[in-house]
Antibody, heavy 118, light 107 residues
Framework: EVQLVESGGGLVQPGGSLRLSCAAS????????MNWVRQAPGKGLEWVSY????????YYADSVRGRFTISRDNAKNSLYLQTNSLRAEDTAVYYC???????????WGQGTMVTVSS | DIQMTQSPSSLSASVGDRVTITCRAS??????LNWYQQKPGKAPKLLIY???TLQSGVPSRFSGSGSGTGFTLTITSLQPEDFATYYC?????????FGQGTKLEIK
């Protein structure tokens, strides 16, 4: 079964850090570009970051550039999002998603909740 | 960044109705437009990609059209399981953006 499972969310104080992980299974991870998308409570979807299949190319939304870092370990079939200098407005469910044809996101994880609060 | 604007923001309809949701891009995105369905507490589900290509396993009552800056998602003969929130997303630029969502509710 094709599956993405996120982990690493939790409660963190403003200015703190978290490392989110996404474990992929059921497909050839090395062949796919990957993304992180987040959703604040009661709000819409916000694209956060992209990484190429090789890990050499990354893009970030303006709202997180300079604070978040996307990476992957193809040997471990895993995707990561290092989140630093967290703010209250970063509170959201964070989803990892596989990129498909025409850059659509066809497989999504169940999400991991990040809460930034003192 | 490319801005995506959906309309309406919410919509009430009945089982069996036909509904149309519109998505407009702030600049041309060719056919790099995708539609997702999200139910409460669940991850989004890809319905349509490349503006009009139905994702595998998605019922044929869903259809998409458009190119450039104007796009539509149409659902014919609404079923109870279709009541959800729908998002468009442009994947033309390197910085992807979503529309604000359209909540489809039961009348």
């Amino acid at each position: 079964e094709v599956q993405l499972v996120e982990s690493g969310g939790g409660l963190v104080q403003p200015g703190g850090s978290l490392r989110l992980s996404c474990a992929a299974s059921g497909f050839t991870f090395t062949s796919y570009e990957m993304n992180w998308v987040r959703q604040a409570p009661g709000k819409g979807l916000e694209w956060v970051s992209y990484i190429s299949s090789s890990g050499e190319t990354m893009y970030y939304a303006d709202s997180v550039r300079g604070r978040f870092t996307i990476s992957r370990d193809n040997a471990k079939n895993s995707l990561y999002l290092q989140t630093n200098s967290l703010r209250a407005e970063d509170t959201a469910v964070y989803y990892c998603a596989r990129e498909y044809s025409w850059n659509a996101l066809d497989i999504w994880g169940q999400g991991t909740m990040v809460t930034v609060s003192s | 960044d490319i801005q995506m604007t959906q309309s309406p923001s919410s919509l009430s309809a009945s089982v069996g109705d036909r509904v149309t949701i519109t998505c407009r891009a702030s600049q041309s995105i060719s056919s790099y437009l995708n539609w997702y369905q999200q139910k409460p507490g669940k991850a989004p589900k890809l319905l349509i990609y490349a503006a009009s290509t139905l994702q595998s396993g998605v019922p044929s009552r869903f259809s998409g059209s458009g190119s450039g800056t104007g796009f539509t998602l149409t659902i014919t003969s609404l079923q109870p399981e279709d009541f959800a929130t729908y998002y468009c997303q442009q994947s033309f630029s390197t910085l992807y953006t979503f529309g604000q969502g359209t909540k489809l509710e039961i009348k």
